[in-house]
């Protein structure tokens, strides 16, 4: 039968209280991330051996700009085992705009999203034993659209519309 030190309870106590606060924590082992980041376009690169969020979708943000801003982003993710979940997030209510699973082969997606009051690109990543994967996002300003004018209809009237006029009566007056 083992023998229980008071270090020993202390230490497990200690380890049952803060495994709660684990749960919800992105953890990447051999994290390698590299960005170039401007306030017009810009990229964030993220690869890692092993992924584990414990099924919890863990809230990431890039911080783009100091206000928000529409943006035209990509996302790029891949996995050689287990699964990895990104959300795109849009707007201040942090909505859904699109979701990307990877898979071995790649996967990728693209979509208009708003970034949030405080000018940063939201998204979450999920992942459950994750073996060597890597995500890529891309942003850049959305396309402007072009504004080309269709001419006015012009109006030519054709003989069945043009107007006859009757002759009218001559009236006179006697005083």
């Known amino acids: 039968m083992p023998k229980w030190t008071l270090t020993h309870i202390r230490q497990m106590l200690l380890i049952g209280l803060l495994a709660p ?3 919800g924590c992105l953890l990447m082992a051999g994290r390698n991330e590299q960005a170039t980041i401007t306030a ?3 990229s964030q ?6 992924s584990d969020t414990n099924g919890e979708a863990v809230l990431q943000a890039l911080d783009i700009g100091s206000q928000p801003m529409l943006l035209d982003v990509t996302f ?3 996995v050689d085992s287990g699964e990895l979940v990104i959300e795109v997030l849009s707007g201040e209510q942090a909505n859904v705009a699109f979701t990307l699973v990877a898979s071995a082969e790649g996967s990728s997606q693209r979509g208009i999203v708003m970034s949030n ?3 940063d690109l939201q998204y979450r990543v999920k992942s459950t034993n994750a073996r060597n994967g ?3 996002i891309s942003y850049q300003p959305p396309p402007t659209p072009t504004f080309t004018p ?3 209809p012009t109006w030519t009237p054709t ?3 043009t107007p006859t006029v009757e002759p009218t009566a001559e009236v006179t007056a006697t005083p």
């Open 21 to 23: 606060l684990l749960t």
């Open 40 to 42: 017009d376009l810009g």
């Open 45 to 50: 690169n993220v690869e890692f051996v092993s």
């Open 76 to 78: 790029n993710a891949k």
């Open 117 to 119: 009051d405080v000018g």
């Open 134 to 136: 890597s995500y890529r």
């Open 150 to 152: 269709t001419p006015s």
């Open 159 to 161: 003989p069945s519309e």
